[in-house]
């Protein structure tokens, strides 16, 4: 039922230092979409990547046609709970590397998205392509408050000397343009006071003109904002005031776990120091907070993910990228040992390394289950957010152990707005990452003026039309 009033999109809920965008609500008007289309949301693109391949045999479906009915290979365990909104996609070649034989890892990441080969004639220097989320930012960008968002597990600082490649390409795979790589932010803090800290400068200025801003996360960004989170929600019909109940609840949950990260870690490296906060004896005993012992990298995925959820439910952005590792001796304790990625996808068909290596691959996808499942489970419009999201992990090798990109490892989420047909395995898609980077940012609404690097088609056996 629609409401007799509308709010505009835009509104935010304000307070001194920080305005908290919304979700989108039934009462909303969309004024800036195409004519005709006035109250349907808005298509949105993710892109998650993992490197070096997978465990072929543990990663592909056995068959299309029990695709939604057996159980899913092991590496795919974690998304069947939502199996029926993806599109697992085989038969996906790389870009072809030659004369760059002797740099797999430089290019697994940085051809990624721009399907496209550096130029061998500069190799010290970037000069590559725009990369399809930077094509698909320069058109939606401007009615967001952030063209694009760019996330990281880790620092983007990888040095190494294959085939005299500038070390950007191992750590990037967002390019502005053909020379301007973007830097992913891989600071959780820094992420959330970029989506939701006020960009007004001189709100709550007091007697002496200064301005009194409050750091989000120093004092609750719903503390700073509550009067106006409860007289909007006196304004909403029951089913926005549960969203945005929903919602609210959403961004205080992340609140508390980003302080958790950063006052463990804090307190991780004053124990190193030998410092820490005296105590009195008298004090009364610090109170339990379930925080998972260690560094768990799932831990700080799974918070980065849902910053991602969040800035697109309240149409922050409608671009994102997370470069959830890259290849530079990165471990994973959490999961029982310590061995470098890297070194155990050199297998040689050993099985215990053969093994790891599917646990990590199954951890990968799993982190991105967690953030898909999220966005089913939030309704928006007719629908979820899912169903309004186009979501793509992959990697940039199909077998770390031989470097083979012949078929590349990718699974799609979400119906793109009703633009693609998902609940299915395609075991013989017969194209390369341009075409299909070229089919998704098509089924988004995306036009396109030139092919995406090494693209020749769109892979119409994906899409619904």
Partial sequence: MRNDWLIDRRTCLRGIGAALALPLLD???WAEEPAGAASKPPVRLGFMYMPHGVIMERFWPSDPATFLTAPPPQILESLRPVLGQCLVVKGISGVPIAPLNGAPHALELSTWLTATLPDTDKRSRVNIAISADQIAANYVGALTALPSLELATMPQTHKENQEGLHEAYYSHCSYRSPTQPVPAEINPR???????QSREQNQGAGKSGAVAAADPLDRSMLDVVLGGARELRAR???GDQ???DEYLDSVRSLERRI?????RQADAAKAAAGGGPKRSVTDTARIEVAIPEGDKRSEYMKVMCDLTVLAFQSDLTRVSTYIGSTPNGVSYPE?????EHHSQTHHNNEIVKVDKVARINAFNVAQFAYMIKKMAALKEGDGTLLDNCIMMWGSGLENGNKHTRVNLPFVIAGKGGGTLKTGRYIPDAKGNQGDLLQTLLGC???PLDRPIGIATKTLTEM???
């Fill in 190 to 196: 820094s992420v959330f006071k970029r989506l939701f």
């Fill in 259 to 263: 302080f958790a990260i950063e006052h």
């Fill in 236 to 238: 909403l019909g029951n």
């Fill in 242 to 244: 549960h969203k945005l």
């Fill in 463 to 465: 899409t619904s039309g």
């Fill in 27 to 29: 009462s909303m008007g």
């Fill in 444 to 446: 988004a609404g995306i």
């Fill in 335 to 339: 999961l029982g040992f310590t061995d």
